[in-house]
């Protein structure tokens, strides 16, 4: 498993008119090649009157399934330039179809490039980026006399303090990330004098706004 990555959110979409063709950027994760090619289908039949439906996909820990399609577009013109945002941004297990209704201005080749990798970056843009980071979580139990103590110095560090429950003793469920657990669990019984019962949790991966 990577120690993080960046990916999007689940689904977004945005356009704009560029020399009077409509193009509109479609943006989804997924977890496999047959996710993708669903969703390509989806924008295609929702989109079943439009010029072109374009598309390009990265998927797996390692970007081993890279595709892209011009839908009818000059070879390299659209399918392509889809697909180098994506590798510039970094983004794994992200489908892109971009919608293009032609409004009877020609772009030429260079145009057309700059019009889908540009509506590529607006759509990513409006749907959101994630770091998804995998993270270890631990379950703090202690004294209510040490809450406001721990409270505080976990929220000035760099751990993710995500939820308290408050019953005969307090427990604090935070995520420290993966390769600093041993740094988490000494910094824990050096802020509680030694004085709080540390579990471990789940090992999962956490999503921050990137």
């Known amino acids: 498993m990577l120690e993080s990555y960046f990916t999007v959110k689940s689904f977004g979409e945005d356009e704009q008119v560029i020399q009077k063709s409509r193009f509109i950027g479609y943006v989804k994760r997924v977890e496999s090649e047959e996710e993708a090619k669903a969703f390509i289908q989806e924008i295609k039949k929702k989109h079943a009157d439009a010029n072109h439906n374009c598309s390009a996909y990265m998927i797996g820990e390692h970007d081993q399934i890279q595709k892209a399609n011009d839908d009818g577009e000059p070879s390299g013109t659209a399918g392509v330039p889809i697909l180098e945002v994506l590798k510039k941004r970094e983004l794994k297990d992200t489908v892109v179809v971009i919608t293009r209704y032609f409004g009877g201005v020609k772009l030429g080749a260079g145009g057309l490039i700059r019009a889908y990798a540009s509506t590529?970056?607006?759509?990513?843009?409006?749907?959101?980026?994630?770091?998804?980071?995998?993270?270890?979580?631990?379950?703090?139990?202690?004294?209510?006399?040490?809450?406001?103590k721990l409270e505080n110095a976990l929220i000035q560090s760099p751990y993710l303090l995500e939820k308290i429950d408050y019953l005969e003793q307090v427990t604090l469920y935070v995520f420290a990330e993966n390769n600093q657990q041993e740094i988490f669990y000494n910094w824990v019984i050096d802020i509680s004098s030694d004085q709080v019962k540390v579990m471990e949790g789940e090992l999962l991966y956490m999503e921050i706004a990137a």
Not at 125 to 147: C, H, P, Q
């Open 120 to 148: 590529t970056t607006l759509a990513l843009n409006t749907t959101g980026i994630v770091n998804r980071i995998l993270m270890k979580e631990f379950k703090i139990t202690a004294d209510y006399s040490l809450l406001g």
